[in-house]
């Protein structure tokens, strides 16, 4: 604006000066025609000299007067210019030593202060917005559960990296509707927004060796209008195996009670409707005994993991030798395994340190692994029994050359009422629970147990428990 205004006094003022010179041009132009007109004689009498004089005067005359005039335009247009535009910037120039310390602050001053405070405003308030994204977008990476944001059109606006694991998804299935016709769910954007409440908003599904469950949540605008959908995928796959263990737990207490249960009344009726020789009776009696012991067996198995799982047993840690413990139940299993004309054999590596544990249950643990080798070796087969001490740990390993366990069954043998081979371990009267017990007893006392085995060629099993410091 103030160069238009400059622009325009230049071109008034050119003009103007323009015009006093024309005018002056014209007025002399007039004069010298009159003169021209005059002869050479009428020129030397004196009359016409006179006039001739008279004409120079007044050309003077004008000529004085349009200078006087131009000069007194440009006066008052300097005066002009001068309040209009240089007097505010020598006064600006001399306000400038006092606006930096703030004194004699004029209303532009003022409004110059507060653009400055908006500015900081402005700028804090985004570097809030920006803190607030970049911890929401660290939130969102780093969550174990998959995040997908869905707009009005059904694109992608936000995804995880867990929602792309958790889907296997590609740079092709971008939008609402191939994401889930991959996953052969029948959903609906627009119902899922418009009929929240009448359509499901959770689906439950199954891709690859995952248990996924994706819950849908229409998210709004500042104006309470739809705009867009989100979509939380969990990952249940523990859950449902959990589930799935509970079932064939409550399934296998089931079986394994009614076995010898239905044993049990099954030749105690027989022997109550029918009479019979001393000898079929005690086989009878026998039987029905033997089922009892074995239930009877069943049910503390059950009660002693129940108190493991509600850490209800109390023990108390004492100082033992673990080598003597070892021995002492070789000993105690040495008649079983003399019955199949099994060798065993037990080193103890020297100067084992003491462990510190609940020796009843290191006992237990090494009683029911020294039994299934027994169990599970064929006739004249070896068993070696090594105890000995690593790092901070003592440990017992105990190798045999039985029927071994297949390795798909390795990740599950410690799982309740689980066995490689459930009808000849129901045959040597296992619960399926020794290996369970074994586990929630080590790790009640900080020890670990690992099984190594391949079929036809034996299994490895050792035991590690803390020593004393």
Excluded at 123 to 148: A, F, P, S, W, Y
Excluded at 441 to 446: A, P, S
């Amino acid at each position: 604006m103030l160069r238009n205004i400059q622009v325009k006094v230049i071109l008034i003022y050119t003009v103007l000066g323009m015009l006093l010179i024309a005018t002056l041009g014209g007025f002399y132009i007039v004069q010298l025609a009159n003169i021209s007109e005059y002869t050479t004689t009428e020129r030397t009498q004196p009359e016409y000299q006179i006039q001739i004089q008279q004409q120079i005067e007044n050309a003077k005359v004008t000529t004085i007067s349009a200078v006087a005039i131009f000069g007194g335009i440009s006066i008052i247009l300097g005066i002009w210019v001068s309040k209009a535009f240089i007097s505010p910037i020598t006064k600006l120039m001399k306000n400038v030593p006092r606006i930096g310390q703030g004194k004699n602050k004029t209303e532009v001053d003022e409004l110059a202060d507060a653009f400055g405070i908006m500015k900081k405003e402005i700028k804090g308030n985004v570097n809030e917005v920006n803190r607030q994204k970049n911890q929401i977008e660290t939130i969102l990476l780093h969550m174990n559960d998959g995040i997908i944001a869905f707009d009005m059109e059904g694109k992608i606006t936000h995804i995880n990296p867990a929602a792309v694991e958790f889907l296997h998804l590609s740079e092709r299935e971008n939008t609402f509707d191939r994401i889930f016709a991959k996953l052969n769910i029948d959903i609906n954007l627009e119902k899922t927004v418009y009929l929240e409440n009448w359509t499901s908003s959770e689906q439950r599904v199954h891709v690859g060796d995952r248990y996924l469950n994706i819950l849908f949540a229409t998210f709004k605008d500042e104006n309470e209008r739809p705009s867009g959908v989100m979509a939380m995928i969990q990952d249940i796959t523990e859950h449902v195996k959990l589930d799935n263990m509970r079932k064939e737990f409550v399934a296998d207490v089931s079986h394994e009670l009614k076995t010898p249960i239905t044993s049990i009344m099954g030749y105690a009726e027989t022997l109550v409707e029918g009479e019979y020789d001393k000898e079929t009776q005690d086989k009878f009696l026998g039987v029905i005994s033997s089922e009892a012991k074995r239930m009877a067996k069943l049910v503390s198995d059950l009660l002693t993991l129940s108190r493991y799982d509600n850490n209800k047993i109390q023990y108390e840690a004492t100082e033992f030798d673990l080598g003597e413990l070892v021995k002492k139940c070789q000993e105690k299993l040495q008649i079983e395994a003399d019955k199949k004309n099994q060798h065993t054999e037990c080193f103890v590596t020297a100067n084992v340190p003491p462990v510190i544990a609940n020796k009843d249950g290191i006992e237990r643990v090494i009683l029911n692994i020294l039994s299934n080798s027994i169990k599970y070796t064929p006739e004249k087969g070896n068993i070696k029994i090594y105890v000995g001490f690593v790092y901070n740990d003592a440990y017992v390993k105990i190798i045999d050359n039985g029927i071994g366990i297949p390795e798909e069954d390795l990740n599950r043998i410690f799982e309740r009422f689980y066995r490689v081979d459930k009808a000849r371990t129901r045959e040597l009267g296992g619960t399926g629970l020794g290996l369970s017990i074994a586990k929630e007893i080590l790790n009640q006392n900080k020890g670990s147990i690992d099984i190594k085995s391949k079929p036809g060629k034996g299994t490895e099993v050792v035991v590690r428990i803390p020593t004393k410091k």
